[in-house]
């Protein structure tokens, strides 16, 4: 969430909610699992889309093989220098493009 915008999930936050359904199924905890992830939102910071980004976004998507939430999640760690943690293949498989480095959770 950008700074003041506590309220907003944005992309961060909808990325966020697909790893709490996704862990509560796995685990079959619900409530014990929502309080992991909670803890886990306090520490990120999920920042709203700008121009630029939805931009850079579209060029991750115009190689082909991604989704437009996965072009997001591209850009987005493309813009902080940052590791992209994922399981999804389409995003595993952009290890080493333009420098991206991704790190497999499904190993």
Do not use: C, Q
């Not at 309080?35 to 991750?60: C, G, Q, S, Y």
Request: hydrophobic share 40%.
């Amino acid at each position: 969430m950008g700074r003041g915008d506590r309220g907003r999930a944005g992309e961060g936050g909808r990325r966020l909610g697909e790893v709490l359904y996704r862990e509560a199924r796995r685990s079959g905890d619900p409530s014990g699992t929502t309080a992991r992830i909670e803890r886990f939102a306090n520490t990120v910071h999920a920042d709203a889309p700008t121009a630029k980004r939805v931009i850079e976004a579209a060029l991750w998507k115009s190689r082909g093989g991604l989704s437009y939430a996965d072009a997001f999640a591209a850009a987005t760690a493309a813009r902080y220098s940052a590791p992209l943690l994922t399981g999804d293949p389409e995003l595993v498989a952009l290890d080493g493009v333009s420098g991206m480095k991704v790190i497999d959770l499904r190993v």
